[in-house]
């Protein structure tokens, strides 16, 4: 790894966040970021919205560094947009959504706001043909794809979460954005952080992967996606097809990857994950009472919503189909996702 090459990094205190300062762990330390003010934007969406539904796909676990969502119905999100880092707090009111941004990327954030709520996306193109999936969609109107414009936020989590349990990826998640990440712009809540770099993904040393939880392969790939960063952001100008083979071009990534990846950078309403362990007895026993559906018997059950297969895999998982168990967990390290 490209970690184990690093060079020996100069004295310095470990704790200064002055430039050109390292921290024991040998990536550059990042300056805290000024407050600076604000700036402001409200959008009217076209029918109702509901926030957590929306942007709930971004979080990763408890203790995500890059969102939180706050008692106040507020939400909270850094990112690493083009512009530059940047945090964005969006806040319902009334029947508008105000969104307010800091950091060099706040323009940005505040230029997509609509269309990261979903302003792209149709949910009427959406035909219940399942009473479970019917009531979730009556019970949840305000549930909207969301639509992020960025790749390597919902890439490299997503890569983390491959054959692992979701608690461990969430906290390599967490250890990783925390330790070499950039302070989040503004007064966003304590403990937030932006994505690092690219460059900065590149340089951590091969044992801070291993502290984090993470194998070899898993890294490996990683280091591989952040290599071609550029490339794979510009999938986003591309339809998600296309931007699902543009990303598995990338050893390592393959479609359950892609697929969570384009559901959240793109919207895609149709990008249904295959090779999930647990999504298909989800499928099979909701839609047809059948616990042990494999992925071609999911594909089959959502064929009628040929085009809307992710919003239908999202309404049957807010319907709460889930089988009931009969087995232990599996051991953890032994959940196979690609």
């Known amino acids: 790894m490209a970690g184990r090459f690093a060079p020996r990094p100069p004295r310095a205190n470990p704790r200064d966040g002055r430039p050109g300062a390292v921290p024991a762990h040998g990536v550059p330390a990042v300056p805290a970021q000024s407050t600076g003010p604000a700036r402001v934007r409200t959008y009217a969406p076209d029918g109702p919205l509901d926030l957590g539904l929306v942007l709930g796909p971004l979080r990763r676990g408890p203790g995500d560094p890059t969102f939180r969502a706050l008692p106040d119905g507020s939400v909270w999100r850094t990112a690493r947009t083009p512009a530059g880092p940047g945090t964005l707090r969006v806040a319902a009111h009334g029947g508008a959504v105000r969104g307010q941004a800091w950091g060099p990327g706040a323009e940005w954030l505040l230029d997509r706001l609509p269309r990261l709520l979903g302003a792209d996306d149709d949910p009427s193109l959406f035909v219940p043909r399942h009473r479970l999936v019917a009531l979730a969609r009556h019970r949840r109107p305000g549930l909207r794809l969301v639509n992020t414009g960025l790749v390597l936020e919902s890439l490299i989590p997503s890569v983390l979460e491959q054959k692992v349990t979701a608690d461990e990826a969430y906290r390599a998640w967490r250890r990783l954005v925390t330790r070499f990440g950039e302070p989040a712009p503004g007064p966003a809540p304590e403990r937030m952080a932006v994505l690092p770099a ?40 591309m339809d998600p097809e296309r931007a699902r083979a543009r990303l598995e071009v990338v050893p390592g990534v393959g479609p359950w990857t892609s697929a969570e990846t384009v559901q959240r950078s793109h919207g895609a309403p149709d990008a249904v994950t295959v090779g999930d362990l647990h999504l ?20 089959e059950l959502l064929e009628p919503y040929a085009g809307q297969r992710h919003r239908a895999v999202r309404l049957i998982l807010l319907g709460g189909g889930a089988p009931p168990r009969r087995a232990p967990k599996m051991p953890k390290s032994d959940i196979g996702r690609w």
């Open 198 to 237: 690219p460059r900065t993904w590149a340089l951590i040393p091969s044992w801070e992967w291993h502290r984090a939880g993470v194998d070899d392969k898993r890294a490996s790939t990683i280091l591989r996606a952040v290599r071609v960063a550029a490339r794979l952001e510009e999938a986003t100008a």
């Open 280 to 299: 298909p007895g989800i499928v099979g026993w909701s839609l047809a009472g059948d616990r042990d559906a494999d992925d071609a018997a999911m594909l």
